[in-house]
DNA sequence: ATCTGATGTTAAAAAGTGTTAAATAAGACA
DNA sequence: TGTCTTATTTAACACTTTTTAACATCAGAT
């Protein structure tokens, strides 16, 4: 998944550019219109585009329009300072997929961007979920192995089941029989108490970085805080 | 915070409204547009609309448009089935806030609705940051801590709950009933003695600063004085 | 003043959770 | 196939949270 990322700020920029990395998208980072549209001819290729709005060399919009005439497909969201209704519309006209305001957390970027690619039926968006960063560790849930200043660890199945559940849903709370239908098959008594067996083990895992923590909801479920 | 909700699948309906009270927004739901409005006109004050597009009655949009007409402010969402650019488009000219294509999760729904309310600069981002300052005491709903004096202590799931609540609308009364239906699921007798037990709770933990009490309105509720 | 329903408080009962260790199941490998 | 290793489930016990019960007190109505 690569990712072309047009923002002249460069705090905003470094940081947005470090956070999709992370995430597992492979991002370039472009200062302004003119550099952006550059990287898209020389590069192409791009599963989605991000792009600031009030920029100096060449705006937003004049960008995207440069980048439809490329390519016709690949999303498109816009970083906007302002919440008028008339930049959105614009935005829209020129073929944007969403638009986000500024300030905007990180992590609502990539909700946005995963629910343009469930839209698009990439089943990419999948695969993405697929890397968590949970403060100082990095859970791959692909290979079911959790790092933590480089050392890693391997989980066994269902330990990687129930820790990506509970990123998925990260400070929230997962409720138990949804947990224990989706991995365990059915909520029995013997499954619940097999779930809270590895709940302990999880904290286990995770006992390294107090931020991190995972915490019951009587009669509810757990939520995992970061 | 209120929340009108209009949606006329009625599963859909009830499960949006079911989660948005569990999150905390006393929400109202519609079978339509005629009834959404009807709504809006006799309970007024509402912090959000959330409206369906396709509906029978009165589509999303008529609907959105006498909204407007009525209140200049208010943040609208459209729910819409289709992933139409023009439909996006005449929702924003309608004056929608975002508009969101099912299928969506819930979780993504709330985000939108935070980031609007974000926007709007609306106190709203207190619910966000999820804690909030009592007189000497910090609580964070979150993590389910109070601390006073650097003395932290742990609520239990229900405290935290119910303590939330109380904070949410510090200086207003909050009833019974609502507080029951919301933590509890129904407000029969024995929930009610229940959260009368978890009120002297509270009043434990937050004995050390005297200007903090949880006030009693008779027959009616409780209110958090700071 | 007295009655009645609502609230305050405490303690016991019931339900749910945390944790460890043993038992069983499932795979891997010679 | 049998043995070894590892993953998962079951069992057991300690502990916490929530509900129920019981009784005391209070507020408002008649």
Redesign the pocket.
Known sequence: MKVLLTEDDPNLGMLLQEYLNAKGYETDLARNGEEGIKFFIENGNYDMCICDVMMPKKDGFSLAKEIRMKDKEVPIIFLTAKSMKEDTIQGFKVGADDYITKPFSMEELLMRMKAIFRRMHKQEAETQANTFQLGGYTFDAQTNTLTHNGNQS?L????SELLKLLCQNKNQSVS?SFALKLI?GDD?Y????????????L??HLKDDTSIQ?????????KLIV
Chains 1, 2 share one sequence.
């Open positions: 391997k066994t199945t269902k330990e138990r365990w029995s013997f499954n619940a108490r097999s779930m809270d067996v590895y709940i302990t083990k904290r286990k995972i915490m019951n909801m009587h009669g509810e479920g757990f």
